[in-house]
């Protein structure tokens, strides 16, 4: 019996999730307003992370910024001064490391407050067939593209939760929706990520905090420096 409730509530999700995106089509929803928001982003060094970081500085956020290339870092934050941010915090995090997430996670709450957007973007890439990947580099790669979601979530989500004012976001990957040669552990990782960032959309959905927003961005290959070689 339960199999059948469960079958026709899924059904009628997926039927009001489909007129939902047929209404929206006709009326757009209304942009969210992220001035004076505190907006961390990690993997802010470079690449995406540097472009969402100079696009939420024109938007009037406070920008906060992780990486663990300390040049890229500073370039980054010259960038978002320039750019208009109310203000810019840079912070040296390996994102691949727990404790130095909790460790920056409790710096930037006593130094600037509680974030209100946060954006996972730091990621690697090893660009080698499973087989001649070394160990350390397929942990590394889970442990930055993943496993730096969960401890960055249990650091900030809790604020978000009491308020009920958030938005948590997954940069993951058109290779966390179909496998691709030589990517395995990436697309292993980022298979992850957008599974994770979805079972926390629900779950906030069942605790009624409707006011916690939750993004998962799938790009393919953008021109960073991270697929540098790759070809379609």
């Known amino acids: 019996m339960n199999f059948f409730l469960e079958t026709f509530k899924v059904i009628g999700l ?12 006709v009326v757009p929803r209304r942009k969210k307003n992220v001035s004076g928001e505190i ?28 990486d663990i290339n300390q040049e890229g870092l500073k370039e ?4 978002a001064k320039e750019n208009g941010a109310m203000r810019v ?18 710096q930037v709450k006593k130094e600037v407050g509680d974030v ?4 996972n973007n730091a990621g690697i890439v090893t660009g080698k067939r499973f087989i001649d990947c ?3 580099l397929v942990e590394k790669t889970m442990e930055v593209n993943i496993m730096a979601h969960f401890w960055t979530y ?11 004012h958030g938005h948590v976001v997954s940069i993951a990957s058109a290779a966390g929706l179909i496998g691709v040669n030589h990517l395995s552990d990436y697309c292993a990782s980022k298979f992850a990520a957008v599974g994770f960032a979805e079972s926390i959309d629900f779950e906030m959905r069942d605790l009624g ?12 290959f953008i021109n960073t420096g991270m697929f540098d070689g790759c070809r379609t």
């Open 134 to 136: 070394p160990d350390s």
């Open 116 to 119: 209100n957007i946060l954006v």
């Open 14 to 25: 997926l039927v009001y999730y489909l007129l939902e995106s047929l209404v929206f089509l």
């Open 209 to 220: 905090k409707t006011g916690v927003k939750t993004t998962t961005v799938c790009p393919y």
């Open 89 to 106: 915090h840079c912070y040296i995090c390996d994102c691949s490391k727990r404790q130095d997430v909790y460790r920056v996670a409790d």
């Open 39 to 66: 907006v961390l982003i990690t993997g802010a060094g470079g690449g995406i992370g540097r472009l969402l970081s100079l696009k939420f500085a024109s938007l009037g956020a406070t920008v906060v910024l992780w």
């Open 76 to 79: 980054t934050g010259r960038l």
């Open 154 to 164: 249990k650091a900030f989500l809790p604020a978000m939760i009491a308020s009920n």
